[in-house]
């Protein structure tokens, strides 16, 4: 049995268990607001509403969809806490540890680690706070951490005062590409966007399969495991014939992109790796 660990409004949680549920693959949702009011967990087994117990032993997989911290009593953290236990040392299948997600709480460390890798480039970088600059060439504007930011183009010329630390990267125009990786397989796709992040473009973006260079494949499993991800969703831009990384996503919003393509090629990968044993 496959555990999904998430919200229930989440698309992306939506979608994988579609999945499950077109290919009679068993699983359990823990929708993590009700962790500890009406789905609870002990030392043996998981408890749900309207269902019998399900014994921690019998768990394949887990698909883990952390994103944010649900409003809490003392018990749920504590249950929470719990679960990220279980997550981090006890459960042997698991996409993706909480410990190893925290890489994506700082953009720098992980165009740190990025930069070790030599198939593509990292984008001029600055972080500023508390002053007043004046953008000499066009630059992106972004969040640091894992706050999820609108991008923003900071036009040359133009003064801008920073209050917290932001993320100042140069403008590289040229196609996005988005890669979601799991274990071994690679899922690419190009986006056509009208927008600078095509996430809030105006119009439907144009999305299509794309073929990486194997180095590039390479680097970015490589970079998985660096970083201890078994599940990542990699930004890139691709101009003048050479490859940018932007950042690396440990928990991709995969249903968009995958919702454009012919097949569902990255829930599939999801399913197959948390459905075979780890040793």
Known sequence: MILVLGQC????????????????????????????KSIDMDELYWF??????????DITGVYNRFLDWPKQNKYQMDRLLSLFDWLDHRYENVINR??????????PYQLDIASQFYSWSIPKTNIIMNTQVKIKSPFICKSISSERSIVNQVYRQEEKAFYEPALLQAYIPGLNIRVHACDDVIVAVGIQSDAVDYRYSR?????FMYHLPGQVEKDILALNRTLGLRFSGVDLIYHNKKYYFLEANPSPGYAYFESQLSRPYISEALLSSLSRTVH
Do not use: R, W
């Not at 949680?13 to 693959?25: D, L, N, Q, Y």
């Open 203 to 207: 119009f439907e973006n144009d999305i």
């Open 48 to 57: 749900f509403p309207g269902q019998s117990p399900v014994s921690h032993s």
């Open 9 to 36: 409004s989440d698309q992306v949680i939506g979608a994988f268990m579609h999945h499950c549920v077109k290919h009679s693959v068993d699983f359990a949702f823990v929708d993590l607001n009700q962790l500890g």
């Open 98 to 107: 909480p410990k190893d997600t925290m890489s994506n709480l700082s953009k």
